[in-house]
């Protein structure tokens, strides 16, 4: 581990992935005669292994083959998937992470492998040699996922609950309770500027990459929580894991019921009136004393409108709520803050989106099992699959890619030997 603190990659593990490499598509380019008489003689040669006498049909010899290309196919994709586990973990990469790669890198060489076949004379691309493959990838990747646990780098008692640096940004290492009295805290404070709370997930962390004003929001925020399952895959990963996942739809009830309890006022700013009037009427009856002072839905696109934006911030000021809710889509909800922010008359503000609908039963979370697997997002792309598909399976994909640019600082800000930077994006962002 030493190693990838110090950003030197082992390059001698990924050696016998190349061999592996060369000997799949040593096959693979072979003619489909010469192709097919490597398989006759494998599958004699096994034949009479195993105690077989006699001659064999032309009928039996082509299940004998077709078994046998199976065979070959699932063990050479089988023995790939182990050595880029190999490969992983001497990199210091392992559990989720290591399975993406290993799928994902195997998906690739295997449907490179199909689609080679198709220029040799005498050969085909077969899916279902892709699904083979696949088969063997995954196998592998389960058993290697499940071989041994994370274990943790020392992380220094002093650093705990602080601010470390995480991939591109940076998070506050607290547990959820921890996040609630914070919240709590500054909904108490007396001071000239609004606090802000930001919950990054994975469109966050590639935002963080070309939005130049969202690079700022995240400088300034007050408080920096996990709300994403591929940021604690990662954590876990490098074995630098992150306390907790920390997510707004949880964080809202909770800070629904210490409002009312201790008296604290709730402003709403969402993108829909009736969602703002639901919250109204189902919130107080299920959080007796909560003091709801206000709510404001604003006009689509309000955010390029002076006007707007004006008549937007008269009304949350005119309240001058203790918690500001925002829920009008993300990074217009944090960058509505982030500008306003010294003009906001409101103690903290919470821009955790589609909390809101959550708690009033607009829309419905994950079953808890779900939740706990980390398969929240596949249940909302089940529920929207035309508008969430590219960022799922798009857009937020290129976190895994991005893990490995920041490898180095994630664990170095866990265990603290590294400098603790908030580093200079500008020039990625003009």
Same mark, same amino acid.
């Given at each position: 581990m030493e190693r990838t603190q110090h950003q030197k990659w082992n390059m001698l593990s990924f050696l016998p992935t190349v061999l592996v490499l060369v000997l799949i598509f040593y096959f693979s380019l072979q003619p489909g005669e010469e192709s097919l008489q490597t398989s006759e003689s494998m599958g004699l040669g096994m034949y009479q292994l195993v105690g077989g006498t006699g001659t064999l049909s032309q009928a039996q010899l082509d299940v004998v083959n077709l078994l046998v290309r199976a065979a070959a196919h699932f063990a050479e994709y089988a023995v790939l998937a182990v050595c880029l586990a190999w490969a992983g973990t001497r990199n210091g990469i392992r559990r989720q992470l290591r399975a993406v790669y290993m799928c994902g890198l195997s998906f690739i %060489? &295997?449907? $490179? #492998?199909?689609?080679? *076949? =198709?220029?040799?004379?005498?050969?085909?691309?077969? @899916?279902?040699?892709?699904?083979?493959?696949?088969v063997a990838v995954l196998i592998v990747s389960v058993l290697v996922y499940k071989l041994r646990g994370p274990r943790r780098l020392e992380r220094p008692k002093e650093l705990e609950g602080c601010r470390r640096d995480f991939l591109n940004?940076? $998070?506050? #290492?607290?547990?959820?309770?921890? !996040?609630?009295?914070? =919240?709590? +805290?500054? +909904? &108490?404070?007396? *001071?000239?500027?609004?606090? %802000?709370?930001?919950? @990054?997930? +994975?469109?966050?962390?590639? $935002? *963080?990459?070309? #939005?130049?004003?969202?690079?700022?929001?995240?400088?300034?925020a007050d408080l920096i929580t996990t709300d994403g399952t591929p940021l604690m895959w990662i954590g876990d990963s490098f074995n630098c894991p992150i306390r907790e996942k920390v997510t707004g739809s949880d964080l809202l009830p909770a800070v629904c019921k210490r409002a009312a309890e201790e008296g604290r006022s709730i402003f709403f700013f969402a993108a829909s009136k009736e969602l703002i009037a639901k919250a109204k009427e189902k919130l107080p009856k299920e959080y007796p004393g909560l003091n709801i002072v206000g709510g404001y839905s604003p006009p689509m696109h309000f955010e390029d409108k002076p006007s707007e934006v004006e008549k937007a911030l008269v009304r949350i000021n005119k309240a001058k709520p203790d918690i500001l809710v925002v829920g009008v889509g993300s990074p217009k909800s944090e960058k509505f803050l982030y500008r306003l922010r010294e003009r906001l008359q409101c103690r903290v503000a $919470? @821009? %955790?989106?589609?909390? %809101? &609908?959550? !708690?009033?039963?607009?829309?419905?979370? &994950? @079953?808890?099992?779900?939740r706990k697997k980390g398969l929240e997002w596949f249940y909302r792309f089940l529920q929207e699959p035309g508008r969430m598909f590219r960022r799922y399976f798009v857009q937020d994909m290129k976190i895994f890619l991005l893990a490995l640019r920041y490898r180095d600082r994630t664990i170095m800000g866990y265990t603290g030997k590294g400098k603790h930077e908030d580093r200079d994006r500008s020039d990625k962002s003009e």
């Amino acid at each position: 581990m030493e190693r990838t603190q110090h950003q030197k990659w082992n390059m001698l593990s990924f050696l016998p992935t190349v061999l592996v490499l060369v000997l799949i598509f040593y096959f693979s380019l072979q003619p489909g005669e010469e192709s097919l008489q490597t398989s006759e003689s494998m599958g004699l040669g096994m034949y009479q292994l195993v105690g077989g006498t006699g001659t064999l049909s032309q009928a039996q010899l082509d299940v004998v083959n077709l078994l046998v290309r199976a065979a070959a196919h699932f063990a050479e994709y089988a023995v790939l998937a182990v050595c880029l586990a190999w490969a992983g973990t001497r990199n210091g990469i392992r559990r989720q992470l290591r399975a993406v790669y290993m799928c994902g890198l195997s998906f690739i %060489i &295997a449907v $490179l #492998d199909e689609f080679v *076949q =198709i220029f040799v004379p005498g050969r085909y691309g077969d @899916p279902l040699d892709l699904a083979v493959d696949m088969v063997a990838v995954l196998i592998v990747s389960v058993l290697v996922y499940k071989l041994r646990g994370p274990r943790r780098l020392e992380r220094p008692k002093e650093l705990e609950g602080c601010r470390r640096d995480f991939l591109n940004l940076q $998070l506050d #290492d607290v547990s959820f309770a921890e !996040a609630v009295d914070r =919240i709590m +805290a500054f +909904a &108490a404070e007396d *001071q000239e500027r609004c606090r %802000i709370l930001v919950t @990054p997930n +994975a469109d966050h962390v590639m $935002l *963080q990459e070309t #939005d130049k004003e969202f690079v700022k929001v995240y400088r300034e925020a007050d408080l920096i929580t996990t709300d994403g399952t591929p940021l604690m895959w990662i954590g876990d990963s490098f074995n630098c894991p992150i306390r907790e996942k920390v997510t707004g739809s949880d964080l809202l009830p909770a800070v629904c019921k210490r409002a009312a309890e201790e008296g604290r006022s709730i402003f709403f700013f969402a993108a829909s009136k009736e969602l703002i009037a639901k919250a109204k009427e189902k919130l107080p009856k299920e959080y007796p004393g909560l003091n709801i002072v206000g709510g404001y839905s604003p006009p689509m696109h309000f955010e390029d409108k002076p006007s707007e934006v004006e008549k937007a911030l008269v009304r949350i000021n005119k309240a001058k709520p203790d918690i500001l809710v925002v829920g009008v889509g993300s990074p217009k909800s944090e960058k509505f803050l982030y500008r306003l922010r010294e003009r906001l008359q409101c103690r903290v503000a $919470l @821009p %955790i989106g589609a909390a %809101i &609908a959550f !708690a009033v039963g607009e829309q419905q979370r &994950a @079953p808890e099992w779900m939740r706990k697997k980390g398969l929240e997002w596949f249940y909302r792309f089940l529920q929207e699959p035309g508008r969430m598909f590219r960022r799922y399976f798009v857009q937020d994909m290129k976190i895994f890619l991005l893990a490995l640019r920041y490898r180095d600082r994630t664990i170095m800000g866990y265990t603290g030997k590294g400098k603790h930077e908030d580093r200079d994006r500008s020039d990625k962002s003009e």
